[in-house]
């Protein structure tokens, strides 16, 4: 296997971890790939996973090639390796991104000594379909988790090969945004996933509160027979249509499910529940007790991720925007500590990209996070923009090299505590360590996110807090 060379880094672009998922191995398990013969040559990047046909897929996937068969991640390696084995970070993209999006660079990570890999998994309909005549030909009685089941095959996979490229099997960091990170806490959640992975860290994906509405296998399995129905299809059409059509007619046909609005993407096509994998909300699972604790757990949101809520929450949220964005974090971390579990490191992102408006927004620390700014021609960065995306890439190779993030010459980031609730921030202008729950707002979105771990239902704030909600200034 040759991989392509770029400055200090090696480059393994299109490894086929699975076989493709293509004909009758649509909506199945992930299947191991054949042998290849001689030198595989990977130096060109595959094909990304089918997704959206609506407005809103074509303009963020403008430009990119899609496919069926889309198994396949990419390994970026140190071209000097030490002795040592190198700590692996294990890239999930979200349902806007790529594993090889113009962000995802593993250069900056391999000066830190950390190999990257970016994995393409099934996503929207081909990742998410859900049918009982499905799950009976699954030896586990398994549906609608597709996308999960990818990236556990993928885990496996590099298990059982990453020690060829210099990386080390027992110290797997498994970070994602978005729909990524939201796979990051199925994962927490997942007893087969035990073992394949030492660390998460969960950029904007929720927290003990989840994005996205998680059907049960039986809900997911009645609507979308509803949606064939509806557009007079059977299943052996969905075995047999190409990817475009059925995204192009299922997409238009779901709306008239009327599925209720509880997130910013409204779909049938999220993960949901397949009674193996995913079990139910990781917020739901946790407070059960049932996560991985051994894990080491970094997580994070912006200023602006706050939108989600007002979708979920009767009544909305008024103006405690701020407040419900960084209440993600602080009641994960909360449950955490008034457990006993690992201390959980937790960020803040409210420094906005210069040119920007008033809000740091959702995939706005990405660039910072992959050290390619640079990338980003229009935007004009300040020193002090480098200054973070240089420490943010530091942060995080030093998480994944031992479970801490701290290191020489960087703002000390303390884990959230009992004793000591801090939060880094990333201000507009300085990053530092502060206790960013410590007044009456923030404590109500906290303690209400934690009394509703899931999907929120409940008005905010509760009817019976109303009397302490209204005294704004009083301590509780």
């Known amino acids: 296997m040759t991989g392509v060379t770029e400055e200090e880094s090696v480059i393994f672009k299109g490894i086929p971890y699975a076989a493709p998922p293509v004909g009758p ?12 013969d001689g030198n595989l040559a990977c130096d060109k990047w595959a094909a990304d996973a089918f997704r959206s046909n609506t407005d809103y897929g074509k303009r963020f996937f403008k430009g990119f090639e899609y496919s069926e068969d889309c198994l396949y991640l ?12 190198c700590p692996v970070m294990v890239w999930l993209y979200g349902a806007n991104g790529s594993s090889h999006d113009r962000y995802i660079d593993g250069r900056a990570y ?15 309909i ?5 049918h009982e005549k499905l799950a009976a030909r699954d030896a586990r009685n398994s549906t609608g988790a597709y996308g999960i089941m990818d990236i556990l095959f993928a885990l496996k996979w590099i298990r059982e090969n990453i020690t060829a490229f210099g990386g080390n099997p027992d110290n797997v960091t498994v970070f994602g945004h978005s729909a990524g990170a939201m796979f990051t806490k199925l994962l927490l959640g997942c007893e087969p996933a035990r073992g394949l992975f030492r660390r998460v860290i969960s950029l904007s994906g929720g927290g003990i509160w989840d994005i996205d509405y998680i ?9 979308c027979r509803e949606l064939l129905e509806n557009v007079g299809w059977t299943l052996d059409d969905m075995m047999t249509r190409t990817a475009e059509e059925i995204y192009g007619v299922l997409e238009e046909a779901e ?4 599925l209720p609005r509880k997130s910013m993407i409204n779909s049938l096509f999220h993960p949901s529940m397949d009674d193996w994998l995913i079990k139910d909300y990781y ?17 994070g949101m912006l200023g602006e991720e706050w939108h989600n809520f007002v979708c979920q929450i009767p009544g909305g949220i008024g103006d405690y925007k701020k407040e419900f964005a960084l209440g993600a974090v602080i009641s994960w971390a909360r449950v955490y500590a008034e457990r006993g579990l690992k201390p959980i490191y937790t960020y803040f992102f409210e420094r906005r990209m210069p040119g920007m408006d008033r809000w740091a927004r959702h995939g706005d620390e990405l660039p910072y996070v992959f050290g390619c700014l640079d990338r980003y021609e229009n935007i004009p960065w300040t020193a002090f923009d480098y200054k973070i995306s240089e420490e943010t890439v530091e942060y995080f190779s030093n998480f994944a090299l031992n479970g801490n993030p701290n290191g020489s010459n960087l703002p000390d980031w303390e884990p959230y505590t009992k004793k000591r609730p801090l939060t880094l921030h990333f201000a507009e202008d300085y990053i530092k360590s502060e206790d960013l729950s ?29 009397a302490k909600f209204e005294q704004s200034g009083e301590e509780i």
């Open 215 to 223: 059907h049960t296998k039986e809900s997911k399995c009645r609507l």
């Open 438 to 466: 410590s007044n009456y707002r923030e404590e109500q979105v906290v303690r209400y996110l934690m009394a509703t771990p899931g999907m929120l239902d409940d008005s905010f704030p509760p009817v019976s807090d109303n």
């Open 110 to 124: 391999n000066r830190k000594g950390c190999i990257l890999v970016s994995v393409n998994y099934r996503i929207g």
């Open 283 to 299: 917020g739901k699972i946790l407070a059960e007790g049932e996560v991985d604790k051994n894990a080491d757990v970094m997580c």
């Open 74 to 85: 990419n390994i970026w390696v140190p071209s000097k390796v030490s002795g040592e084995k």
């Open 126 to 130: 081909m990742g998410c379909f859900g």
């Open 25 to 36: 191995r649509r909506f199945a398990v992930p299947e191991e790939h054949a042998d290849w």
């Open 255 to 258: 709306k008239d499910l009327n």
